[in-house]
């Protein structure tokens, strides 16, 4: 069945960096704008970022400047990188398609402490 892992999550400080990882399998992943969401305790699911097939991106205002999605078709994989952290980036972060149409998976937590 379709799946999406998502990874590289972690605990980190005010002001570091960190780097996500999203695996698709078993779906034409090239066909597909991707997108970045985070869902924060008692908060929402929120779309941070999305990617288009031709590499095109777009991003929440909260993290304009400070993170860069990308995606390498071959790989079918999608990259988050995640710069100058702060404590409210704190949340569940998940991959899926812009319309959210492929059985979510786990997510990775980012925590970042003040």
């Not at 995640?82 to 786990?106: F, H, K, R």
Request: proline share 3%; net charge positive.
């Amino acid at each position: 069945q379709v799946q999406l892992v998502e990874s590289g999550g972690g605990l980190v400080q005010a002001g570091e960096s960190l780097r996500l990882s999203c695996a698709a399998s078993r779906i034409i992943f090239s066909m597909y704008t991707m997108a970045w969401y985070r869902q924060a305790p008692g908060k929402q699911r929120d779309m941070v970022a999305h990617i288009t097939r031709g590499g095109s991106t777009n991003y929440a205002g909260s993290v304009k400047g400070r993170f860069t999605i990308s995606r390498d078709n071959a790989k079918n994989t999608m990259y988050l990188q995640m710069n100058s952290l702060q404590p409210e980036d704190t949340a569940v972060y998940y991959c899926n398609t812009y319309i959210g149409n492929i059985p979510w998976g786990q997510g990775t937590q980012v925590t970042v402490s003040s």
